[in-house]
Nanobody, 127 residues
Framework: QVQLVESGGGLVQAGGSLRLPCAAS????????MGWFRQAPGKEREFVAA????????YYADSVKGRFTISRDNAKNTVYLLMNSLKPEDTAVYYC????????????????????WGQGTQVTVSS
């Protein structure tokens, strides 16, 4: 089992940047494919970005492609979401998620595929 704790959220002006770390407990972080999702008020949770076990494969939602970067540091048990050129429509609670993965370069883009979730961190982008 793994526990996930997101941080780094806050209020930022449009065009600004934030980096969200998600720290994982346990010694098997490298066994989890990781993802970031977000949920805005009144909307369903949506996929943002995913990364494979080693970090060699990544995938992004079209809405954030070219602006957001997902990365991971397996030695620090942490996955990151670097968000640049933020827009007001990026305002949401951001969640990281982990999926037990036996190996390979797999990543996952739908919420039901993930096994564990963090509590979320609020990102608010003002216009």
């Amino acid at each position: 089992q793994v526990q996930l704790v997101e941080s780094g959220g806050g209020l930022v002006q449009a065009g600004g940047s934030l980096r969200l770390p998600c720290a994982a407990s346990g010694r098997t972080f490298s066994s989890y494919a990781m993802g970031w999702f977000r949920q805005a008020p009144g909307k369903e949770r949506e996929f943002v970005a995913a990364i494979s076990l080693s970090g060699g494969s990544t995938y992004y939602a079209d809405s954030v492609k070219g602006r957001f970067t997902i990365s991971r540091d397996n030695a620090k048990n942490t996955v990151y979401l670097l968000m640049n050129s933020l827009k007001p429509e990026d305002t949401a609670v951001y969640y990281c998620a982990a999926k037990v993965t036996p190996g390979g370069s797999y990543f996952y883009t739908t919420a039901p595929e993930y096994d564990y979730w963090g509590q979320g961190t609020q990102v608010t982008v003002s216009s």
